[in-house]
């Protein structure tokens, strides 16, 4: 109960102040595609050179927190996720905000990130070290499972059919192989000095999801010019309160997967929206909804994300190893102020520990807050003219696409692959299985190929692969996992067939 | 007769105005290239070494870090070799023995030639690492369990042409035996995670890394891939102390480099000032608080370290 104590050195101004800053900028940061959570607290480290250790960390906590949850502004109101934390947000939240309901699924996913981030929080403050025994159970052999899981999502994933599902998966397992691969050095599909470093994922995002909205929105304006304006109804905050938790199942689908998921280092944060979204299908007697605007979808993937935050910084703070990129840079941060996370930092170093910790727990109520305050205004974008819609839309994606890594190549990759979509589309091809090919394709590759130099100078591919404990469960949950997706569509070819005959 | 008048007026606007710019040089800010990603210990100790830049003493002119990061720095430095202005406002950080490393590899458009060395400011040795509650204590008792079992002493490191790799292949040669070096990807904070999770038995990581590592209580280290023992690690021997024939060359050097073809004006200047800036009180208090080491070469010295590396890489990635 020692962070109780701490709470206190919150509450100073100039802490309170960063942590409002830090809110309020991460939020816009997050809805600005192409600035992800990690590019967000590395723009700002800089900055904490100056603060105090405990100020400047509130800075950065508060920036993560918030970003996170700000994607979610861009994947409702755009269909462009600022991470891939957001995918799967954009699946039944676009949708919502086509109808005119912008303002409550942007109040839902406020919400939804505010009980998910704080359950994450309170996971950390009183079960971290058994989180972190959790965080190092993961083996290479556990991670290439574990991606292959996700593989077995890409088939159901928004999609009319699990056929083009898997065809776009495979699309994105491919362009994940371009470039430099990272364990053997070897060379691969590179014919442009600019693909060298492959495909960044986060230009990938911005071509594949924003392009064929500007392309769609090109065409529509041409064609008519009394473009329907979309009416946005307004949504009471009170009732999107009662129906977040009508829909218990997935919220707590989405924190628990959140939380767990989110722990496991190189691999949580940007998997967990999307597994924690075809969880919730799974379980949900209304799963046919889910695509069409379901309230549920965007509860899911918003809780699942915020409820990572907290875990994902588990094994730094405990073993001084940064589980994810955002939490490298953090770990920049401590270390500019000569503090080592581990031991030292929560005995040596309580106020700045806790008072982090704290920051991070307040800092979620905030972004709900602010979230909510700007959900009604923000869902007006709905009415902007497409064609206005669509220059603006088209800038913020060049300038995301080249803030990356200040490369334009990243811009002419996310053209290119924008445009590949665009048609890709028409066909009945969606982009959400093809960026969890192009996400998952490297974790398993890179776990494989490690877990089998291990297990070829030790016991065998065999054995290392396929025995303990942990292989069997996560095997058995593939293939629950795949005998679902095969039943899933033969029911529904089968209630098909029925139909036309009828 | 007039292409050949407007030519030889071209030419000598260039070279004027040449002049004239490494004169005042710098007039402007200065970008810094650094090919790995925000937060990485490369990214890290960049920022501070140069956030004196805009003093009085130092540049006069802040520098300004920009990441140009993938595949293992080839991305970055490719981008640096063919297409970075040469006119002394676009430096970039390098790293040996990557760079040297993956030229020799092949299959990038840079080499040792490609650039001119302005100072150096860090060395960070690789160290050997075993999980704390190894049973082992000393590299003999590795040595000892590797030869009983040829090719099964499994060990991280950071990927394949890089320091930690470079270490791997110099201790296989001085103990004469076999081990099984696992490059991971993600570079030394997943090789880290594979020793403390007992993924790997033991591993080679850097200094600065292990040295947090084993504060947090999670792993102890056996030797130090260096010429002496570090100022950090005081208690750790060197592998030549432990009978191991192992020299500097596997040493993370990371300092300041132009592309070929910078005015040797802007160089002598660079060359002067930076080991002066890299020397700051401030920046050394902020490097030793973050456990990374300083090493600060002058421009020639670098000069003959990269050159030393180039002939002892070659000699060692020959046979692969």
Known sequence: MEFIYYFGDVFTPVNFLLLLVGTIGGLILGATPGLSPTMAVALLIPFTFHLEAVSGLILLGAAYTSTVAGGAVSAILLKIPGAPANIATTLDGHTMAKKGEGARALQLSFLASAVGGIFGVLLLIFLTPLLAKWALAFGPSHLFWLAILGVTIIGSLDSASVVKGLLSGCIGLWLATIGFDDIMGAQRFIFHSSLGGGINIIAALIGLFAIPQVLTMFAKGRRNDNIEVIEVKKHAIGDAVRELFSRKRALAIGTAVGSFIGLIPGVGGQIAGLVAYDQTKKFSPEREEFGTGHSEGVIAAESANNAMVGPSLVPLLTLSIPGSPTAAVLLGGLLIHGIFPGTDLFDNHPEVAWTFINSMLIGQVLMCLFGLYIAGLAARVAQVPQSVMAAVVLGLSVFGAYSVQSSMGDVYVMAALGVMMFFLERFGFSAAPLVLGLILGPIAEANFIQGSMIANATDGLGSYFFSGGLNLILIAVVIASIIYSVMMELRQNRAQTVGVEA | ?320
């Open chain 2, 1 to 320: 007769m007039k292409k050949l008048l407007a030519g030889a007026a071209m030419t000598l606007m260039a070279l004027t105005g040449g002049a004239a710019q490494s004169q005042d040089y710098p007039d402007r800010p200065i970008m810094m290239m650094v090919s790995y990603g925000a937060g990485g210990a490369t990214d890290f100790q960049a920022r501070i070494v140069t956030m004196t830049a805009g003093n009085e003493d130092a540049l006069g002119m802040p520098i300004a870090i920009i990441n140009k990061p993938g595949a293992g720095g080839r991305v970055g430095w490719n981008w640096f070799a063919t297409q970075a202005d040469a006119d002394g406002y676009t430096l970039a950080a390098y790293n040996i023995p990557h760079f040297i490393a993956q030229s020799i590899e092949g299959g990038v458009e840079y080499g040792a030639d490609s650039f001119e060395p302005i100072a150096n400011w860090g060395a960070d040795p690789a160290v050997f690492v075993v999980a704390a509650d190894s049973e082992m204590n000393s590299m003999d008792d590795v040595l000892a369990y590797a030869k009983e079992n040829p090719g099964k002493l499994t060990f991280s490191g950071a990927g394949l042409f890089v320091g930690h790799h470079i270490a791997a292949l110099q201790l296989e040669k001085a103990a004469g035996v076999k081990l099984a070096y696992i490059p991971t990807k993600g570079g030394g904070t997943a090789a880290m995670k594979a020793v403390i999770a007992g993924d790997v038995i033991a591993g080679v990581n850097n200094l600065s890394d292990a040295f947090r590592a084993r504060e947090a209580g999670n792993v102890k280290i056996l030797g130090v891939f260096d010429l002496e023992r570090n100022e950090f690690l005081s208690d750790v021997p060197t592998m030549k102390e432990q009978g191991l024939d192992i020299d500097n060359a596997s040493v993370n050097f990371r300092g300041v480099m132009v592309p070929k073809g910078t005015p040797q004006e802007v160089i002598d200047k660079l060359a002067a000032t930076v080991p002066e800036m890299f020397a700051n009180d401030r920046v050394a208090k902020k490097m030793k608080a973050g456990g990374s080491p300083m090493h600060i070469m002058t421009r020639e010295e670098v000069q003959a370290m990269w050159q030393a590396r180039q002939a002892t890489l070659e000699e060692l990635l020959a046979g692969l």
